[in-house]
């Protein structure tokens, strides 16, 4: 194909080259310009042919080029299509990652604050219960004993407040 119309642009070159030009209406009519070098009818009508069947190839090139345009503009269509789902898939990961810090902020703070309020209570629950068996009262009365021998540790609990 591509060899017929290189051999067919290269006929048409050098015709032109030896007519000057050539102008015909149709295969049967007269050429309006005489030719120079004296060109048979035969050779007029081969250059008509072949004239008529170029602009053919270039419709059916133009025919086929806006195939190939209206191919892209669909190619380009789906690829805003997949760029609008990717953008759409982007979001919704933001979302879940959001949604999951949030979700791990919150179980540990709930840890924290779980711990710090389970501390708090058993400490008060142990002083609660050391003070009802009335053992800090006798562990305040030995050491208040104590300090009546040794001048030093009473001096220790005087200091506290426990004397």
Known sequence: MIKRFILIITII??????SGGVIASN???EVKTP???GLSKDTQF???YMDK???????EMDKRFEQVDKRFEQVDKRFEQVDKRFEQIM???????GI???LTAAVIAFAFWDRRTIIRQARNEAIERIEKEGRLQNLIEVLRTFAKKNSEFA??????NLL
């Open 13 to 18: 070159f050098c015709l032109s080259l030896f």
């Open 27 to 29: 295969a049967k009519s």
């Open 35 to 37: 030719l120079p070098m």
């Open 46 to 48: 081969i250059i008509y």
């Open 53 to 59: 069947r170029f602009d053919a190839l270039y419709r």
């Open 91 to 97: 979001n919704f990961l933001w979302m879940l990652t």
């Open 100 to 102: 999951f810090t949030t």
């Open 155 to 160: 001096e220790i609990l005087k200091s506290f």
